[in-house]
């Protein structure tokens, strides 16, 4: 079927264009901001490209209170990165167990692993924060991770997706005298490999979005993660009150999502499928 | 096969399975069962983290339905679940509908929709606080002067900074329910469309009469999936408005926050966070018998 051109195309067209305007144009204020000088910011009326270009709002509030953007940036990496191949390779192995070995209370292992994804992590932090207090680990990067490496959405994911390897494979294998290892290594992994960049990149998108946790047991400035410097660097610099650093805002905000907007220019078919067949957001 | 050396196999897999499910079991006993059980028994004690936790009965829970502050936070999380839901729901349908075309530009709109639901949440809060800027330098409030309305002070202003808090979250999450919406409107057969459009059903008759009805799963789960999320929201009102002015968007994730850490009531921190919890797993419920 040709695609007719009548008025109410035209009009579903001209809509199109407004909503991709409401999406753009918060993001343009934001990039515009991040990069003028406080008077410009609070100029009346607000300018729309800026006068003056300025890199301050970058490294001026940091200077100021001692936190550093690139050291947060790191920071948020750090956290991600351990939080990301933990789950992915702990969760690959449980998985690859739930769905390819026999064993019992395999069922009920696994439905109490998958009530993990119910819950919501409120329950978890007071306890979460005493148990970091005594293990000494308050005020670390470790801690934002390692209560995160427990993927119930993953393990089901790659438990689903090596499900669909013929068992007759695996049997095969096992007769010709190969270890488990083996198995796993020879068979399983060149399969699951487009499950693992799914999982990778699902749990790359979660973990860079912490924020409470961290937020409870980061205490100092040179741990801090993105978002929480950008929920702090509002307050400082201005003296406070009605003139808030919105430039310390921008810029790190900006910082914080750059990544990831260009992760999603580059693979953003990607991504939307990946989320889409997760099923969920956060 | 002996009957014994399928035993020693059978006992070889399950320690296999044991050795390699390790690492998952442990980290969830340390942070996951301990700590739930630990919430729970923290819940019924005073407790301010320093000295040892006291036992107090039920009284966290009588005082949670006694305490204002905890009631006001149900009701200000109440309306914004309900509003953006049902906003980002109406919008999500009419957007998936609309973009459901064969065009360049409806590819594009999808995914440039799509984009606020990656961006970090605390970058997008970040965007929203600066163009709400309270003063007539402001983007929001520019704009609101060129259509004749006065500078308003966003954050003074108890249901503008709710207002704030649910226009971002449609900015932030709109894009989720229309692609998912969208991806299964184009699993429909189009054969279904096609005749219904040689009968000479209007579009409106269509969307409403045939495309919804067979959508209805998804939009049950879509529907308890983000009444579940939004009820937990917490970090874009801490970094927009902080929960003020007042208590005006003082969900009960921030409440939690303030009571738990703010002030070290961790016993009753723990109540609410039980509370929290328990009315996510009553929807959990509702969602699997209703998907049913």
Redesign the interface.
Known sequence: MR?KWNR??IF??I???F??L???I??Y??VI?AFKPYEE??????TFWPKEFTLENFYSFAALRGVNLLRALANSFAVSAMVTLGTVF??T??G??FAM????F?EA?FII?LT?Y??????????????MRTLRLIDTLLAVA??N??GAWT?YYMRSYISQIPKDYVEAARIEGAN?LQIFTRIIMPIVKPALGTATIINF?WS??Y??WP??ILNSKENFT??IV??FV?YVGYGGG???N?GG??A???V??LP??L??TVL?RY??ES??AS???? | MSREYRMTL?KR??L???L??L???I??T???Y???I??IY?SFTRWN?IRPPRWVGLRNYIRMFNDRFFLDAVYVTTIYVFSTVLINMILGLF?AL??N???K??A????????????????????????F???????AN?IL?RLGIPAVKWFDDPSLALLMIIIYSI?K?V??NT??LY?ALKAIPIEYLESAQVDGAS?WHISTKIIIPLLKPIIV?LLV?SI??A??I??PV??ITKGGPGNATRVL?IY??QV??EEAR?GY??AI??F??AV??VL?IIQIKWLR
């Open positions: 695609y109410k195309e579903a067209h809509l199109m264009v909503i991709n409401v999406v753009l918060p993001l204020f934001l901001t910011i609070i100029r009346v009326p607000p702990f969760s192995l449980a690859y167990t070995l026999r064993f019992r395999k292992i692993i993990k119910m819950l919501p992590t409120a329950i978890l932090l007071i306890p979460w924060y005493w148990i390692i209560v490496i427990i393990i488990d998108l860079w979005n924020f409470l937020l409870i993105m978002p950008i929920a509002r009605e003139l808030l919105y805002v921008a790190s905000s900006l914080y999502a990831i907007i992760l999603y953003q991504i939307v989320f889409v099923g969920i957001k956060r | 059978k897999e399950s296999t399975a044991l390699l499910l690492p998952v079991l980290l969830y340390i942070f996951y301990y700590p739930l630990l919430s923290f983290m957007f609309l973009l075309r064969p065009t530009l409806a594009l709109t999808r995914a440039l929709i799509f984009l606020p639901v990656v961006i970090p949440e605390a970058a997008a809060a970040g965007t929203w606080t600066i163009i800027a309270p003063g007539p330098y402001g983007y520019y002067n900015w999450n894009g989720f692609l998912v991806s579009d789960f999936t579940i999320t009820w937990q917490f970090g801490y970094i994730g939690l926050y738990a850490f961790a921190g723990s966070a039980v929290l919890t996510i797993l959990t």
